[in-house]
């Protein structure tokens, strides 16, 4: 699935225009990227979470060549799923439950 058929496929989900579905996923991807960029983490729960992270500098080989390089340290972003998101994909996860009925209180004898 690309962009265009998520937005899609929010609009269906939610019933609202495409243009409102596409410019809620742009503010969406924005507003991650920003804030990681600030070197804050954005944690969805049961999704997973994004965050910078530095890189030290290292030497690496040109693999044509066999040259050794120097790799200047640098900044990347990085993803790590939450638990239900690898459950679901995994296909371990049903469908979402709802929560238990609370239990009555006991009755009280006179």
């Known amino acids: 699935m690309n962009k265009s058929g998520l937005v899609a496929e929010i609009s269906r989900k939610v019933g609202i225009p495409r243009v409102q579905a596409g410019a809620v996923i ?3 991807v924005e507003t991650i990227e920003s804030a990681v960029k600030r070197g804050e983490k954005v944690s969805l729960v049961g999704f997973g979470t994004f965050e910078a992270r530095k890189r030290a500098a290292r ?3 040109n693999p044509r060549t066999g040259e050794v390089v120097r790799v200047k340290p640098t900044t990347v972003p990085v993803f790590r799923p939450g638990a239900t998101f ?3 994909v995994a296909g371990k ?3 979402k439950r709802k ?3 609370k239990k009555a209180a006991p009755k009280r004898r006179k």
């Open 86 to 88: 690898r459950s679901v």
């Open 99 to 101: 929560a238990a009925p």
């Open 26 to 28: 742009d503010s969406l």
């Open 59 to 61: 030497k690496a080989r």
């Open 93 to 95: 996860a049903g469908p």
